[in-house]
T-cell receptor, first 116, second 114 residues
Framework: GAGVSQSPSNKVTEKGKDVELRCDPI?????LYWYRQSLGQGLEFLIY????????KSGLPSDRFSAERTGGSVSTLTIQRTQQEDSAVYLC??????????????FGPGTRLLVL | AQKVTQAQTEISVVEKEDVTLDCVYE???????LFWYKQPPSGELVFLIR??????QNEISGRYSWNFQKSTSSFNFTITASQVVDSAVYFC???????????FGGGTRLMVKP
């Protein structure tokens, strides 16, 4: 079946502008995660959605970052007033429910964000 | 707090050599999961294996094998008879509970030369 998809694949924006990144999880997966991969910081967790529960936002680096998940499926990560340090690859992953908890996280191709 | 350390930042081997990628982890959870992901030049993270803390059996899948040792908090990954297509960055990761967020190591870049 189809994997996790993300759009756009690349985004170039000017400092101070807002950007929206989209993630379509694997159909039927109830959990959705956002991570960021940058040269200086490696792979970092940002936010986690599971079903109808309140999201775990513990990884968001500042209040300029927010995310929502509509209808338990598609998710949008929004970065307001972008800064150059926001430049990174933003990765989305999803997982299903298996015996004993949630399953393995499968990743999308990522959105490469460049803030000029 | 959880931590994953991949001490080898870059490894270069010649095709057909065996290579082992090291992974050491720290966690206070009694139940946890360990993962390996491959990131080829295309950039997408590809899942390779998941192990839970109760199962220390080593696993072999084709040319890949994994050695999980709780006594040393290590989860090492060996590629036998490496091939050029194995060239990628490999990440070890830890989850405190199944489905919870992943804590990644810094990755090991493997270069396999023909």
């Amino acid at each position: 079946g189809a994997g996790v998809s993300q759009s756009p694949s690349n985004k170039v924006t000017e400092k101070g502008k807002d950007v929206e990144l989209r993630c379509d999880p694997i159909s039927g997966h109830t959990a959705l995660y956002w991570y960021r991969q940058s040269l200086g910081q490696g792979l970092e967790f940002l936010i986690y959605f599971q079903g109808n529960s309140a999201p775990d936002k513990s990884g968001l680096p500042s209040d300029r970052f927010s995310a929502e998940r509509t209808g338990g499926s598609v998710s949008t990560l929004t970065i307001q007033r972008t800064q150059q340090e926001d430049s990174a690859v933003y990765l989305c992953a999803s997982s299903s429910v298996v015996s004993g908890g949630l399953g393995t996280q499968y990743f999308g191709p990522g959105t490469r964000l460049l803030v000029l | 707090a959880q931590k994953v350390t991949q001490a080898q930042t870059e490894i270069s081997v010649v095709e057909k050599e065996d290579v082992t990628l090291d992974c050491v982890y720290e966690t206070r959870d009694t139940t946890y999961y360990l993962f390996w992901y491959k990131q080829p030049p295309s950039g997408e993270l590809v899942f390779l294996i998941r192990r839970n803390s109760f199962d220390e059996q080593n696993e072999i899948s084709g040319r890949y094998s994994w050695n999980f040792q709780k006594s040393t908090s290590s989860f090492n990954f060996t590629i036998t008879a490496s091939q050029v297509v194995d060239s990628a960055v490999y990440f070890c990761a830890l989850s405190g509970r199944a489905g919870n967020m992943l804590t990644f190591g810094g990755g090991t870049r493997l270069m396999v030369k023909p």
